[in-house]
Each structure stands twice: as structure tokens, then as C-alpha cells.
């Protein structure tokens, strides 16, 4: 069975920076294209940001582009998004996901974790 688990999550000021971590277990995280979703306290869930197996194809959403950074360790089996310039609009439940191949922006993911909270005041 497939696992996802999230941390680093947190409560931060406006323009401080996080890296989240996504640990996945039970699969072959090698093959999956990873992503990270977000989903507010009034809003539906969105696409972050993507990465493909290799690590060679990055997608991101238009809000967080050139603030997030995401990134891959098959080694470790572990998917990261770095976030600088954090925003108050950025507070959100942040969840990794996991596909066996494909699009990366796309909500067709097989494996979602539970998510980490992450908290930005203005």
C-alpha cells in the first residue's frame, strides 16, 4: 500500500519561507510523477506545483511561480516544495500526490497524503 506523509508545515510571517517534505512509502517512487496541492479555508482544492519521474519537468501554478520550487530525491523517496516570499494568500492545507506517469498539472493523482497546514500572517 501506497503512502504519503507530509511535514513542515507551520505558522510563518508574510515573506518568510518553508520546505515542505513529502515521504512515500509502499510504491515505486521512482516511476511516480509527484505534485503538491493546496486547499484554503474557503476555497476548493488547487494544483501547486508538479515534477516528473526524472525530475526533467516542472510545472507550477501562475501564483506561485518563481516563489516555489519543487524537487525530487528517488533516493530517499521523498518529494520537496521549497517556499520563499510566502504570502498571507498562500495559507493553505498542503497535500502531496502521486501518479504513475502523465500530465503533472492534472487532479488525476492515484495517492494523495493527508496533508500539513501551513499558516502565513500578514
Known amino acids: 500500500q501506497v503512502q504519503l506523509v507530509e511535514s513542515g508545515g507551520g505558522l510563518v510571517q508574510a515573506g518568510a519561507s518553508l520546505r515542505l517534505s513529502c515521504a512515500v512509502s509502499?510504491?515505486?517512487?521512482?516511476?511516480?510523477?509527484m505534485g503538491w496541492f493546496r486547499q484554503g479555508p474557503l476555497s476548493e482544492r488547487e494544483f501547486v506545483t508538479g515534477i516528473s519521474w526524472s525530475g526533467m519537468r516542472t510545472a507550477y501554478a501562475p501564483s506561485v511561480k518563481g516563489r516555489f520550487t519543487i524537487s525530487r530525491d528517488n533516493a530517499k523517496n521523498t518529494v520537496y516544495l521549497q517556499m520563499n516570499s510566502l504570502k498571507h494568500e498562500d495559507t493553505a492545507v498542503y497535500f502531496c500526490?502521486?501518479?504513475?506517469?502523465?500530465?503533472?498539472?492534472?487532479?488525476?493523482?492515484?495517492?494523495w497524503g493527508q496533508g500539513t497546514q501551513v499558516t502565513v500572517s500578514s
Open positions: 509502499g510504491g515505486s517512487f521512482a516511476n511516480y510523477v
Open positions: 500526490a502521486a501518479r504513475r506517469g502523465g500530465a503533472l498539472e492534472t487532479f488525476d493523482y492515484d495517492y
